[in-house]
């Protein structure tokens, strides 16, 4: 763009793109790059000017080649076929002896090629590739502080995992997925097993199951390479929490309904309607005396185990409700929303109590700090807002994170504010470096 002229669109097209080279030797090229600004620059900058007249190879069959060729010339991509006549040196391949010929001639000259330390590799086949993906995953988590404690990976999903949840004693993983299915895994030395008869159950109040619910019982039961599957919804699955007290794990889904699961013969218990559209999360008070609920329908509902109809709406939103945070004391609900606010209900007769606005955006996660004074809202604007509650102010902004906040969560200790971001990233922010600091 700069040797055509175009120095505004390169400026652009660097601000554009810059973040997504993340490596020390990308960051350090980019330093220099920033730096050029005219033809004069790129020719005094021996390293720019290479990078730039430097050809690469690219390794492509005869017959590929001619019909890439005839592709650009028949749809008038006249700038790419200048780009790969100026750039690329294509390499022919007439069989696979003869690959494999070349690319061991070759192998010393390319390893020794490089531009800022950085040294091109051959292409490789795509298990080579997959190779060198999991190496280099394995040594960014291996020069990471803070060590996982446990990795887990779920393999041969017909579609996405959309939500999942570990049990307090970390025994059981519970996945949700887009196919309206749940699967329980065994962690450690927990075996789950097909139940070879009906269990007796915790009786519930709201045990009084419909035909439709029966009928789902007989196919809940079903286990595939170790897992067992719990079907009975009919859209993706959002959202779980486990009652330890009961056996029992919640879920909810978009099609509009909460379920409840026996987990000593994996059978739905019962289902909670209530909600008009996807419900997209959930949380339990403390002691897991209550549930709430947060959809499209734009309302918040609470739920108790023993009643299949919700006891509280909390309406007032006026966009999606996509989170929802019991107070550690259990007397009040927060909800975050689309809407960009975050509103506190009183949980014992539903009114509206405050409204916390600030943010820049959706709001997608919520947590509450465990002594009950502060907020914590995150969504996405890339930031964590802090606020406090006695005050209603917003004490401070935690930002670092570059794409959209999923999840934050603080430690039971208080020390610490845990954020969960699309960027692939999660930070750990001392909150003692702001909440001290501000309230002294």
Wanted: hydrophobic share 40%; with cysteine; charged share 25%.
């Amino acid at each position: 763009m700069l040797h055509a002229g175009n120095k505004e669109a390169a400026i652009q097209f660097l601000k554009a793109h810059q973040n997504e080279f993340i490596s020390d030797t990308e960051k350090d090229f980019l330093e220099e790059l920033s730096g050029v600004f005219s033809v004069q620059d790129i020719e005094l900058r021996p390293l720019v000017n290479a990078f730039r007249t430097r050809k690469y190879k690219v390794d492509l069959s005869e017959p590929a080649h001619i019909c890439l060729q005839r592709y650009l010339s028949k749809h008038g991509h006249i700038i790419l076929m200048q780009i790969i006549n100026t750039h690329v040196t294509i390499i022919g391949k007439a069989d696979g002896s003869q690959m494999e010929g070349e690319v061991h001639e070759e192998k010393g000259q390319r390893y020794e090629a490089g531009i800022n330390g950085h040294v091109e590799q051959p292409s490789g086949t795509g298990v080579d590739r997959e190779m060198r993906e999991l190496q280099e995953a394995i040594r960014l988590i291996r020069d990471n502080a803070h060590q996982p404690l446990r990795i887990f990976t779920v393999k041969n999903a017909i579609e996405n995992a959309s939500s999942a949840l570990i049990t307090p004693k970390m025994d059981r993983l519970a996945v949700g997925f887009s196919t309206a299915e749940i699967r329980l895994w065994g962690i450690s030395e927990t075996v789950l097993l097909k139940p070879k008869h009906k269990n007796i159950h915790i009786p519930l109040a709201c045990d009084v199951l419909s035909p439709r619910n029966c009928n789902e019982q007989e196919n809940a039961i079903k286990s595939e390479a170790g897992a067992i599957i719990l079907r009975g919804h009919t859209d993706v699955v959002h959202d779980l929490r486990f009652i330890p007290e009961s056996e029992i794990l919640l879920s909810v889904s978009s099609d509009k309904d909460m379920r409840a699961w026996r987990l000593n013969d994996y059978s739905c218990a019962t289902i909670y309607s209530g909600h008009s559209y996807p419900i997209w999360c959930m949380d339990t008070s403390v002691f897991n005396l209550y549930t709430a609920t947060g959809s499209h329908d734009r309302t918040a509902k609470l739920w108790s185990l023993d009643r299949t109809f919700p006891l509280r709406i909390f309406a007032g939103h006026f966009l999606d409700v996509n989170c929802v945070k019991f107070h550690p004391n259990a007397r009040y609900l927060a909800t975050g929303s689309a809407d960009k606010t975050v509103r506190l209900w009183s949980k014992d007769d539903g009114n509206l109590l405050r409204v916390y606005v600030g943010a820049q955006s959706t709001i997608y996660s919520l947590a509450f700090s465990p002594d009950g004074k502060y907020l914590a809202a995150a969504g996405d604007d890339k930031s964590i807002s802090i606020w406090d509650l006695a005050t209603n102010a917003v004490l401070t902004e935690l930002k670092g994170h570059k794409d959209t906040v999923m999840h934050v969560d603080w430690s039971l200790d208080g020390q610490y504010i845990a954020s969960a971001s699309i960027d692939g990233i999660v930070r750990l922010w001392p909150t003692q470096d702001f909440i001290n600091t501000l309230n002294g």
